[in-house]
């Protein structure tokens, strides 16, 4: 695959998730309205937090990584029949252990609410439980749509599989607004609601995805045999990576505990920072790294280790033209983002100020959020999931360690902070690692680049903050005006001074991702 292709399908894949996101922050934006950062959020961020955990062992997270690679091998290797009877095979099993999981779960919500979030008060632990037991069947759902869209993204199909989770956000914004409007429930009610609306999206979000199943020649039948040696071998793989993401889940598990334990509302103050950071993450940086994958996998399968690398250097180098200038507009202009997004009705300046905090210390983390996207599919490509485990393992405990120290002295900020931190030494020993596996792939470049970037941004900074400082404006649509000319002002110098200095990939990564932004 040219570069010119991986451009195209991360492209298609990012414009696709820039629509799911625009609708997931109206979906928070009515959220926040109707609930604030009041105990009613709270329980049900922590009651959809629940269902999540679980899909990313059994969804897009330790099985597709497990699964993808194999499925591109037995495609080039066996052929298309071949290749078709294993992912039966996979997604019969799947629909087996998440229906017993989704039942499990609803049964033993009170126990798994009260380990999980030991800290929450009697009022948000009862609703809570209530809440998850709604919700835990979207982990049916979302389990057996992310391997249908780990299959599509392997036959290069990105744009509607990237707009799919879109219909999670529309099935929540519509079973909150809908009876709001017909009777006007109180905020106890509405909250029910908004939990069947994760149901109906779920449901949706699955649906979706048969028509272009059916498009590149699935029938569906039922295979439901624990043998085969594609399987056998999936399995090996799928524990380790199992393992590992069950370590990294018992850091999101550690920041959900002791943010339990903070002032009510940290948590949907972290939740809606995180939130905002991950709208630029998703659009491009889990956009790359979808791509990557399948791409990564053919190359190691060919042993093109020349395009793996400029694939890895395309892809990194990409993403910080990107995210270094995104970051230095959250540091720029992070008050206006959460004024216009979130604070009206029940969100109020309180509950803003504690969400810009969590954005800042989320946004100092966001370029090795990325980076990490780039490299981590390289273990999985090289069909090794155990080097990943264990630097998971090390990522955890240096993680709740640092949140433990931070959180003492600048309370939910820290574990934000701590996040960022731990990204960074992430990142850094990722890169070792494939390395000393991988000699043959080489980061030469990147580092520079990052540099030369940050340096370059910070530049252009500090006219920007006396610009913003100096230009005082009231009411939203000022504001919107306000921040969208310093965003296209900050760009637009980026990618001039870019040219100028002959930053590399600059000219072919913009030309078309505009291109194909223009086209869709």
Not at 61 to 84: C, D, H, R, W
Not at 170 to 176: A, D, K, L, Q, R
Not at 287 to 313: E, F, I
Request: contains cysteine.
């Amino acid at each position: 695959m040219s570069q010119k292709k991986l451009v195209r399908n991360i492209s298609m894949m990012s414009i696709a998730v820039f629509i799911s996101r625009i609708l997931g922050l109206i979906r928070d934006t009515v959220m926040a309205y109707f609930f604030g950062t009041t105990y009613l959020n709270d329980a049900f961020i922590v009651a959809y937090k629940i269902p999540n955990l679980l899909r990313l062992l059994f969804g897009e997270g330790a099985l597709s990584t497990a699964f993808v690679p194999l499925y591109n091998e037995i495609g080039i290797k066996e052929g298309k029949k071949s290749q078709m009877d294993f992912a039966l095979q996979v997604i019969s099993i799947l629909c087996f252990f998440l229906i017993i999981l989704s039942l499990l779960g609803m049964l033993l919500a009170p126990y798994i609410v009260r380990l999980l979030y030991p800290g929450l008060q009697p009022a948000t632990m009862s609703l809570a439980i209530d809440l998850t037991r709604i919700m835990l069947p979207y982990l049916f759902f979302i389990g057996l749509s992310s391997t249908l869209i780990a299959i599509l993204n392997s036959h290069d199909y990105f744009f509607m599989t990237g707009l799919s989770s879109a219909l999670l956000n529309v099935g929540m914004i519509s079973t909150i607004l809908i009876p709001w409007f017909i009777y006007e429930p109180d905020g106890t009610r509405l909250i029910y609601w908004a939990a069947w609306g994760v149901f109906v999206g779920g449901c949706l979000q699955t649906l979706v995805n048969f028509p272009y199943m059916r498009k590149i020649g699935y029938r569906f039948k039922i295979i439901f045999s624990f043998k085969g040696r594609a399987l056998e071998a999936m399995w090996k793989r799928f524990i380790p990576s199992m393992i590992g993401i069950g370590i990294r889940e018992i850091n999101l598990i550690a920041d959900s505990l002791m943010a339990s334990f903070l002032t009510v509302g940290s948590i949907t103050a972290l939740e809606y920072g995180n939130r905002l950071m991950q709208l630029p993450l998703g659009i491009f940086a889990i956009s790359t790294g979808t791509a990557l994958l399948p791409l990564y996998s053919r190359h190691v399968t060919n042993k093109d280790y020349d395009a793996l690398t400029q694939s890895l250097k395309f892809s990194a180098i990409s993403l910080a033209y990107v995210m270094i200038p995104i970051t230095m507009l959250i540091f720029l202009l992070k008050q206006d983002f959460v004024y216009l997004i979130f604070q009206r009705g029940a969100f109020d300046a309180r509950a803003s100020l504690m969400t810009q905090q969590a954005l800042f210390y989320y946004s100092l983390g966001l370029l090795f959020f990325s980076l990490n996207q780039t490299v981590t599919p390289l273990f999985y490509a090289a069909k090794d999931t155990k080097t990943p485990v264990k630097i998971a393992a090390v990522m955890v405990a240096l993680n709740i360690v640092m949140n433990f120290i931070l959180m003492q002295f600048i309370g939910h900020r820290g574990l934000a902070l701590s996040t960022s931190l731990t990204a960074l030494a992430n990142y850094i020993v990722l890169q070792w690692q494939i390395r000393k596996r991988l000699p043959k792939v080489s980061f030469g470049g990147i580092w520079a680049n990052i540099i030369k970037t940050a340096l370059l941004c910070a530049l252009i900074y500090i006219p920007l903050y006396f610009w913003a400082n100096s230009w005082s404006v009231e009411g939203k649509l000022y504001t919107l005006i306000k921040g969208g000319v310093l965003s296209l002002t900050a760009f637009a110098t980026f990618y001039l001074l870019g040219r100028l200095i002959k930053l590399p990939y600059l000219d072919e990564f913009w030309q078309n991702l505009w291109r194909r932004f223009r086209k869709a």
